[in-house]
T-cell receptor, first 114, second 112 residues
Framework: KAGVTQTPRYLIKTRGQQVTLSCSPISGHRSVSWYQQTPGQGLQFLFEYFSETQRNKGNFPGRFSGRQFSNSRSEMNVSTLELGDSALYLC?????????????FGSGTRLTVV | QQQVKQSPQSLIVQKGGISIINCAYENTAFDYFPWYQQFPGKGPALLIAIRPDVSEKKEGRFTISFNKSAKQFSLHIMDSQPGDSATYFC???????????FGKGTRLSVIA
């Protein structure tokens, strides 16, 4: 059974640019959550999608957005990149209809903003 | 405001020893407490989880101890092995559509 797939694995962008990251959940998983991981702040919740609807949103600026498609695949977008956006972006999928249970994480996308 | 406080930040244990990582929380509405293990270059992987209606859960060499009155829970790794060297995260969530809140992680090094 394939795991959570995140693409690309690595990305280098310039300040001011925008970026789109992709996440394909485990087949049958309808919930997709995104986290930002940095050495200083650890894992911080960005947002969660379930059946194409954003169900939760973390405390991040509006430059961070996401969406989910009918096949449960999800994308997140960061516009007007800042140096502080450099991080590992993790996607997690779950079968559960309530949040937090049984997350399976992908290996992440390492974003470097220069 | 950090909702789950994890300690220590780093830990060095001899092979065969016991590794202990602690977490504390404030929100009494939390009802699910998982631990995740993360190796370099990989995403966190669910290791073991507990709900507040039990005080201990054991899976192989990994045990969660839960103290509801103190609002603390801990991960014990018995007979620690070099292959256990990784970063460990505690987390918590509430019933309903709420996300997992993570501690800041503990980097464990098991030395021979």
């Amino acid at each position: 059974k394939a795991g959570v797939t995140q693409t690309p694995r690595y990305l280098i962008k310039t300040r001011g640019q925008q970026v789109t990251l992709s996440c394909s959940p485990i087949s049958g998983h309808r919930s997709v959550s995104w986290y930002q991981q940095t050495p200083g702040q650890g894992l911080q919740f960005l947002f969660e999608y379930f059946s194409e609807t954003q169900r939760n949103k973390g405390n991040f600026p509006g430059r961070f957005s996401g969406r989910q498609f009918s096949n449960s695949r999800s994308e997140m977008n960061v516009s007007t990149l800042e140096l502080g956006d450099s991080a590992l972006y993790l996607c997690a999928s779950s079968t559960k209809t309530t949040g937090g249970y049984g997350y399976t994480f992908g290996s992440g996308t390492r974003l470097t903003v220069v | 405001q950090q909702q789950v406080k994890q300690s220590p930040q780093s830990l060095i244990v001899q092979k065969g020893g016991i590794s202990i990582i602690n977490c504390a929380y404030e929100n009494t509405a939390f009802d699910y407490f998982p631990w995740y293990q993360q190796f370099p270059g990989k995403g966190p992987a669910l290791l073991i989880a507990i709900r507040p209606d039990v005080s201990e859960k054991k899976e192989g060499r990994f045990t969660i101890s839960f103290n509801k009155s103190a609002k603390q829970f801990s991960l014990h790794i018995m007979d620690s092995q070099p292959g256990d060297s990784a970063t460990y995260f505690c987390a918590a969530s509430m019933k309903g559509n709420t996300p997992l809140v993570f501690g800041k992680g503990t980097r464990l090094s098991v030395i021979a």
